[in-house]
Structures are given as structure tokens and as C-alpha cells.
């Protein structure tokens, strides 16, 4: 089986940078990989056999987060996926329940919620 693999799909490198970091805190067990779009990220799931996780970004160019979430669900769906998004809403969260997230993580609230919220997560995940 191949190592496994946690995906960071967002075209930010800001928050790809942020998203990569608490995944290193948090020692968790996979290789990290990283998409800026929905076609890079679906070409990274279609190769891959074995993603873990995932951290995708709501808004994307192309195509946005969602159909990459649904893919991610068909072909690994094992994996533990997250919706990042900036906004709220249960509408987006319903979205994102029914396209296969486990959750809705938003990152309009203060930095220290949304760190100790994901570090959280994480450990959960590593279980």
C-alpha cells in the first residue's frame, strides 16, 4: 500500500502555509500534498490510493471545493474531509454534508478559535 497522504486543496498560499503547519503540530501520520485547483486536486486524487485526509477549500478556481469533496468521497471514502471555508451558513454546510465532508470548518472567526478547532480535529482523526 502506498504512504499515506492528507490533501491541502486551496489556491492560498497563506493558508496552504497555515493548514500545512497544524498538520506538522499535530504530528499527524501522512505525507501532506498540496492543490491551488480543482483540476490539480482531482488529478492528485485520480493518482493517489491512499489519502487519508483532506482540508478543501470552499471556493477554488474552476470548479470550486464541492465536486472535489464528492470525488474524494467515491474514490477514497475512507478519508476525512474537511470543508474550509470563510464564510458561514448552514446552507454551505448542508452542501458540503451532502457532497461527503465529515465537517464545515470556517475561518471567519478569531485565528486562536479556528487553530485549537483544527488541532482538535486532527487528534480525533489520528485515532
Do not use: C
Not at 497544524?22 to 500534498?33: E, G, I, T
Not at 478543501?56 to 474524494?72: F, K
Not at 457532497?99 to 480535529?121: H, M, Q, W
Request: charged content about 25%; hydrophobic content about 40%.
Amino acid at each position: 500500500m502506498d504512504a499515506p497522504y492528507f490533501l491541502i486543496a486551496d489556491d492560498t498560499p497563506g493558508k496552504q502555509f497555515y493548514l500545512r503547519s497544524l498538520l506538522k503540530k499535530s504530528h499527524f501520520p501522512a505525507k501532506v500534498v498540496v492543490a491551488g485547483t480543482t483540476k490539480e486536486s482531482e488529478e492528485m486524487i485520480a493518482k493517489m490510493s491512499n489519502i487519508v485526509g483532506a482540508f478543501v477549500d470552499y471556493r477554488m478556481p474552476q470548479t470550486g471545493g464541492i465536486p472535489v469533496v464528492e470525488m474524494l468521497r467515491r474514490t477514497h471514502p475512507h478519508a476525512r474531509i474537511a470543508l474550509i471555508t470563510a464564510s458561514t451558513g448552514d446552507a454551505m454546510e448542508l452542501q458540503a454534508q451532502r457532497a461527503g465532508a465529515d465537517i464545515t470548518i470556517s475561518t471567519a472567526y478569531p485565528e486562536n478559535f479556528v487553530t485549537e478547532r483544527i488541532l482538535k480535529l486532527l487528534d480525533e482523526w489520528k485515532k
